[in-house]
């Protein structure tokens, strides 16, 4: 199988860059294409896959496309693409189309194809880069079960993936696609406090990034409640529950979910 990312940027590259490095697919097995030359060209020297300017080489060569482009775009691709997709069809080819963007659904992109297409609809985030990337998938009704493992499989080459309802992927944006996100401004505002009381900036990141790592790592390892985690850290008249009364002050959490509804209400917009 050959795949396909029309748009090379931050997230086709994320995606291209775990599924090279776990082998599940190899880089000469790959073909993107990009309005943007210089960067297709970067991606081209930095991640040894084939590239094109020609979207339509991407349905001419590939089994599987990845649709990489903002969402804004999707019409216009889509409306690109649907008749070359129409011209292999009646060669015998199968193509899926995998997409990864926000207010696409499954429905509104049959519709905008026009014709019936295989259609995976996924949300990833760019933790793929390094193999631990987060990707929910739901599918349409042409789609396979063997179809849908053989997608899986490509994407738990750059981490977790979850097949989940169609309805629970706006939570997914918030949950996972966008986090990266919210946790790297935490990893800053950190490192700036960490700066203050005199470690140096390098240092500081280092500290912070790790803290989160295995923060995480013990939630998924030991699969304990948060809160038990956060107890475990709290000593009684200790430094840490200063700090947590402080946060709660501040509104951290309030301030968390606030963020993550306003991400949902923009995907449901879109
Ligand atoms: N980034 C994330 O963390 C993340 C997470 C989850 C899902 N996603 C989804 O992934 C998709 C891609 O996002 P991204 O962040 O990777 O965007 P991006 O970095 O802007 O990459 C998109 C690329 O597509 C190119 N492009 C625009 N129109 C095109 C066309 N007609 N044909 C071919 N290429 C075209 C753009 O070139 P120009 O710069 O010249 O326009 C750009 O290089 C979006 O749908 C987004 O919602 C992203």
Do not use: W
């Not at 691709?77 to 199968?94: D, F």
């Not at 929910?136 to 899986?152: D, F, G, M, P, R």
Request: aromatic share 4%; net charge neutral; with cysteine.
């Amino acid at each position: 199988m050959r795949v396909g990312f029309i748009g090379c940027g931050n997230m086709a590259k994320a995606l291209i860059s775990g599924m090279i490095s776990s082998k599940v697919i190899s880089s000469d097995s790959i073909i993107a294409s990009d309005s943007y030359k210089e960067g297709l060209e970067k991606a081209k020297k930095e991640l040894k896959i084939n590239t094109t300017l020609d979207n339509k080489e991407i349905v001419r060569e590939a089994d599987i496309i990845f649709l990489a482009i903002k969402p804004q775009f999707y019409n216009s691709v889509i409306e690109e693409i649907a008749p070359i997709i129409a011209e292999e069809k009646e060669k015998n080819r199968e193509i899926i189309i995998v997409t990864l963007a926000p207010g696409h659904t499954l429905e509104k992109l049959e519709k905008e194809f026009k014709i019936p297409v295989k259609i995976i609809r996924t949300m990833p985030n760019t933790p793929a880069m390094v193999g631990e990337g987060m990707t929910a998938l739901c599918k349409n009704n042409l789609i396979t079960e063997n179809e849908l493992e053989y997608v899986s499989s490509l994407l738990k080459g750059c981490g977790k993936v979850e097949v989940v309802s169609e309805y629970m992927i706006n939570s997914v944006i918030a949950v996972s696609g966008s986090s990266p996100a919210y946790v790297f401004i935490m990893i800053e505002a950190m490192a700036d406090a960490a700066v203050i009381h005199g470690m140096p900036r390098d240092k500081a990141y280092i500290f912070a990034a790790q803290a989160l790592l295995g923060s995480a790592k013990m939630l998924l390892e030991t699969g304990m409640h948060p809160g038990q985690l956060k107890d475990m850290v709290c000593s009684p008249g200790g430094t840490t529950i200063e700090a947590v009364r402080s946060l709660e002050k501040t509104g951290f959490r309030s301030s968390i979910i606030e963020a993550m509804n306003d991400c949902v209400e923009k995907a449901k917009k879109m």
